[in-house]
């Protein structure tokens, strides 16, 4: 299984992005799936969680309101749509798939196997 990010880039602040993240070599609906970010120098940290189904949403209390996470398991691909960004939103964002396809709100990287190689949003002031 692989997972492929896309969509960062430099931003202004109250700007918005949308991430994607495509799954090759296994079916998305097989999977919860999660974001994370880390920030320079800092430890990674959860952002949104996504259950098999896309019925069942989480979100790190520093998102919620500005975040909305999505799926389309026909496209294999998994979003994020990134809203009124602040300058602390800079970090690579990462996409990871939860062998657990009900889960929505595991917020611990033990909790993830497969990783994408991440993609950076830099959000200026």
């Known amino acids: 299984v692989q997972l492929q990010a896309s969509g960062g880039g430099l931003v202004q602040a109250g700007g918005s992005l949308r991430l994607s993240c495509t799954i090759s070599?296994?079916?998305?609906?097989?999977?919860?799936m999660g974001w994370f970010r880390q920030a320079p120098g800092k430890e990674r940290e959860f952002v949104s969680a996504?259950?098999?189904?896309?019925?069942?949403?989480d979100y790190a209390d520093s998102v919620k309101g500005r975040f909305t996470i999505s799926r389309d398991n026909a496209k294999n691909t998994v979003y994020l749509q990134m809203g009124n960004l602040k300058p602390d939103d800079t970090a690579t964002y990462y996409c990871?798939?939860?062998?657990?396809?009900?889960?929505?709100?595991?917020?611990?990287?033990?909790?993830?196997?497969?990783w994408g190689q991440g993609t950076l949003v830099t959000v200026s002031s």
């Open positions: 990871a798939t939860d062998p657990l396809p009900s889960a929505c709100d595991h917020d611990l990287d033990h909790d993830y196997d497969y």
């Open positions: 996504i259950g098999w189904s896309g019925s069942n949403k």
């Open positions: 070599g296994g079916s998305l609906s097989s999977y919860a």
